[in-house]
């Protein structure tokens, strides 16, 4: 009798593929997929085993590009290859009621106060504008407008209240022809505080479409909408006082790193924020490693500028969490401390993006991880890649210094370039016409050199 060939079969007898066992199969494989996704959450890597060799990413050792002067360099793409701005900078007795946006409404307000503390850019641009060789006195030649406004400073000095504040930015802008004939895109302001231009009520309703310098690229946390635009809007540094960061500054010298005495700090109040409040608590537990007293404006637990820093540089690593809004003076303070900053605000937007790779010179840890295993992560960090951090940071914080855009490098000529991206050859709004001629008109046909202030606005 010939001998069958056998057939292997799972079974003794054979059962046929149905839609059915198909359904089960792929059932079964995403389960066993969610459920390792899972576990792969649940337990994440130990921070002291991530990996501190340079990412395999396209990263730039050195942090920024520069000539062979050590000027900082501009990609070309959109921005070009020189410098080419006219701004125009409104004259404080040239349209009524901005001396109140300056000076309050008494006109009591000093600018010399104003030009101190996290704010002072306001001022402090204003000035270097001023100055600038980019400044135009023929509103006819300008590619950009500047409105000058110390609201931040006039508020808090008891100058303007609020409402005060609105009203007479609405009645600033009546007053300006060529603010309407573009809807006020090729204006520029300044809000220098968390708030941004929230300072302004009605901002989304007149400045929608304008420039908004400012260090705070998030206010949702507290508003309906941020009034930060990524497409139109320009981050700028916070304020560090010039006693710090003047060159051969003798106020303030960081310590070697084997001096320091505590591996992290985090100086400040603590205005019941939870990050802010997490620090502390953990500074109890960890007080040989984490320096983090609760801060207060005044009395013995006050630090003041000084000692302030000189506690700042006593550390590796200067956290700085978010407090009333996302952006924190801290984050800047310690490149000058020459601490590594540990940016602990999940929404923070920072300066000077295309050019400044800011994985080289700062870390930016999930707020949601404050704990010990922040602590062990920086800890695992070797001296010498936070000597390689410090020596980048030192190389970009020019940046963060409110000098003329004559210096090489400096805010003002980072903010030239930045606003050069923003220049329009040609100017339109909703309330702007043109004709046959080349003539700019308005919704009655009147030419733009015939319009009169006040004039209506959106």
Known sequence: MRNKPRIFSAHSHNTPCTRTHQTGSLILITATFFFTRLFDQSFPPSPSNLNHEPSSLNVNLLVAKTNGGGQLLWPERGYGSHLSLNIYVYDENEIESLKDLLYGRDRTVSTDVCLKGQWASQVKIHRLLLESRFRTRKKEEADLFFVPAYVKCVHMLGGLNDEEINQTYVKVLSQMPYFRRSGGRDHIFVFPS???????????????????????????????????????????????????????????????????????????????????????????????????????????????????????????????????????????????????????????????????????????????????????????IPDEVIEQMIARVRQVRCLWVYAPDSEPCSAMQAVMWELQRKVRHFHQSAETFWLHNGSIVNRNLVEFTKWKPPMPLP
Do not use: M
């Open 194 to 380: 968390g708030a941004g231009a929230h300072f302004f009520r009605s901002w989304a309703a007149y400045i929608n479409r304008s420039i908004i310098l400012t260090p705070e690229g998030d206010r949702t946390d507290k508003k309906d909408t941020s009034a930060f635009n990524t497409w139109k809007d320009i981050i700028i540094p916070g304020n560090v006082d010039d006693e710090i960061t003047k060159t051969g500054a003798t106020i303030f010298q960081p310590l070697p790193l084997s001096k320091r005495k505590y591996l992290a700090n985090y100086l400040g109040r603590a205005q019941n924020k939870v990050g802010r409040l997490q620090l502390i608590e953990l500074a109890k537990q960890y007080g040989d490693k984490l320096e983090c007293p609760d801060l207060q404006f005044s009395g013995p637990n006050k630090l003041e500028r000084v000692e302030y820093f000189q506690h700042l540089g006593n550390a590796k690593f200067c956290l700085a969490p978010r407090g009333e809004s996302s952006w924190t003076l801290r984050f800047y303070e310690s490149f000058f401390a020459e601490c590594v900053p540990v940016i602990l605000s999940d929404q923070v937007e920072l300066p000077f993006q295309n050019v400044i790779d800011y994985r080289l010179i700062s870390i930016k840890w999930p707020s949601t991880l404050i704990g010990p295993e922040l602590l062990e992560y920086l800890a695992s």
